[in-house]
């Protein structure tokens, strides 16, 4: 089973919690059209997407994810339908960390009351290929809309952040959107697992302070070329591929 298979079983889950009460829409209604075109304008910077597993018999796509993703709207819509296809564009090196945050989300869903499932709003962060193959950051925030005949509408409010925010490794927030927006938790699933040891914690230490290796080799009254050792298993140990990005998971 591919990971992207992995992460998108674990949504429909999580998706059946969310239906518990109400169900999911099961006719293509102008007024739930007409309610997420309205979003969109109101969201010019989000694409917004329905979720095709529950709407299989219409899938909204708004004309702006062109912007967001690279793709057409017309695009998205045939080679994006199946969760798997979306989620096999998500970066190696994050659908493990996507697919954890999945397994933290369903636990979470578990310990709620039923009621309160429309007024969660869950935000994920991880990055995604888009159409000329460059890896963006994307803020990919669920949420459901009620309707009048009490019918869930699953959607997806997604913006790409990459010009605006650093990456700083997968993570999800919970938000429950009553009288005021509340956070209710945070979970970064590589904070739980890159602890690092004593030698590591001094190199980061001294790369944060601005030290070159050399520098950092003295400090430590070590070789300068272990202290590259050093790095360079890092860098395979937490999978990423630059300084920063080392600073930025293990921080």
């Known amino acids: 089973m591919t990971a992207g298979i992995s992460v998108a079983n674990h949504t429909i889950r999580i998706l059946n919690y969310a239906d518990s009460v109400q169900e999911a829409a099961t006719a293509h209604h102008d007024d739930v059209l007409v309610a997420l075109y309205n979003m969109h304008k109101l969201f010019p910077a989000y694409a917004v997407i329905t979720c095709p597993v529950r709407h299989d018999h219409f899938f909204y796509v708004s004309d702006n994810c062109s912007e967001v993703f690279g793709y057409t709207a017309g695009y998205m819509s045939k080679h994006f339908k199946a969760l798997s ?11 493990a960390n996507v697919r954890e945050c999945m397994n933290y989300l369903e636990t979470f869903m578990k310990q709620q009351s039923p009621e309160t499932y429309p007024q969660l709003r869950i935000v994920f962060h991880y990055r ?8 963006v950051y994307l803020q990919d925030e669920k949420a459901t809309l ?3 005949q009490q019918k ?10 990459d010009e605006k925010m650093l990456f700083t490794g997968v993570k999800m927030e919970v938000f429950k959107h009553d009288t005021e927006i509340q956070k209710l938790l945070e979970y970064k699933p590589s904070a739980s697992r890159n602890k690092l040891s004593a030698r590591e914690t001094d190199i980061v230490r001294l790369i944060k302070k601005g030290l070159t290796t050399k520098e950092i080799a003295g400090q430590l009254n070590i070789s300068h070329n272990t202290v590259r ?7 395979e140990k937490y999978n990423v591929t630059n300084t920063i990005e080392l600073l930025n998971l293990t921080s």
């Open 85 to 95: 296809d979306y989620f096999s564009q998500v970066h190696s090196a994050d659908i």
């Open 128 to 135: 995604f290929r888009n159409a000329d193959g460059r890896y």
């Open 146 to 148: 009620v309707t009048e």
């Open 152 to 161: 869930n509408i699953h959607y997806s409010l997604i913006r790409n952040v």
């Open 229 to 235: 050792n050093i790095k360079s298993k890092m860098f």
